[in-house]
């Protein structure tokens, strides 16, 4: 069965510290790949995709990922965080064409806080 | 434009009692997901809807679960004799296309209480 691990619970940061969150995923077919955020009181909102091509694929609010694999990852980072980025971080999977109706595989999510 | 929006925003329900859950999805999706988020853990898949027709009910829980899509628009989630384990977030998500292969839009969600 498809799973998700997300490494950290919790993570706290100072303001325009850098940023990296973890995810690792087992399938071992053709995947797509999501990071999803909520931010306080509000739903969940798609950060960056994976579908195919480049790798290393940019989101919004200055976010980027990196799929790499040979190591089944798909970590989330950010030079700089502000205190805006305070939320929840979801990373989420699901099969590839022809694998799946495409219904996504959920991490339990990372918490940061960002300190002014 | 609208998103997705889920109603009731809270539900209370004492256990034994039936629920149900609506969601309305962003017009012309074609695909619709349900999704229960139990506190502290990510969203788990429950069933999905390509228009009315259910694909894929495979991770309802169990025969108390039940949802339905009819004019391939709006959804229905329902819940008989709710029992205290189904208290949770129950979260609808749509999707321009089938497989899901395109963005999923998720709404607020339902958080229901069971006592």
């Known amino acids: 069965a498809q799973s998700v691990s997300q490494h950290n619970h919790h993570v706290i940061l100072s303001e325009a510290a850098s940023l990296e969150l973890g995810c690792n995923y087992s399938y071992g077919g053709t995947v797509n790949l999501f990071w999803y955020v909520q931010y306080p009181g509000q739903h969940l909102q798609l950060l960056l995709k994976?579908?195919?091509?480049?790798?290393l694929v940019k989101g919004i609010k200055g976010f980027e990922a990196e799929f790499i694999k040979s190591k089944f990852s798909f970590n989330l980072r950010k030079p700089s965080v502000q205190w805006s980025d305070t939320a929840e971080y979801f990373c989420a999977v699901n099969a590839g064409y022809g694998g799946s109706q495409g219904n996504l595989i959920f991490g339990k999510g990372t918490k940061l806080s960002v300190k002014p | 434009g609208a998103g997705v929006s889920q109603s009731p925003r809270y539900k209370v329900a004492k256990r034994g009692q039936d629920v149900a859950l609506r969601c309305d999805p962003i017009?012309?999706?074609?695909?619709l997901f349900w999704y229960q988020q139990a506190l502290g853990q990510g969203p788990e898949f429950l069933t999905y809807?390509?228009?009315?027709?259910?694909?894929?009910k495979s991770g309802l829980p169990s025969d108390r679960f039940f949802a339905e899509r009819p004019e391939g628009s709006v959804s229905t989630l329902k819940i008989q004799r709710t029992q205290q384990e189904d208290s949770a977030v129950y979260l609808c998500?749509?999707?321009?296309?089938?497989?899901?292969?395109?963005?999923?839009?998720f709404g607020p969600g339902t958080r229901l209480t069971v006592t």
């Open positions: 809807f390509q228009n009315e027709a259910q694909l894929d």
């Open positions: 994976y579908f195919s091509g480049d790798p």
């Open positions: 998500a749509s999707s321009p296309r089938d497989r899901g292969y395109y963005e999923q839009y």
């Open positions: 017009s012309g999706h074609v695909s």
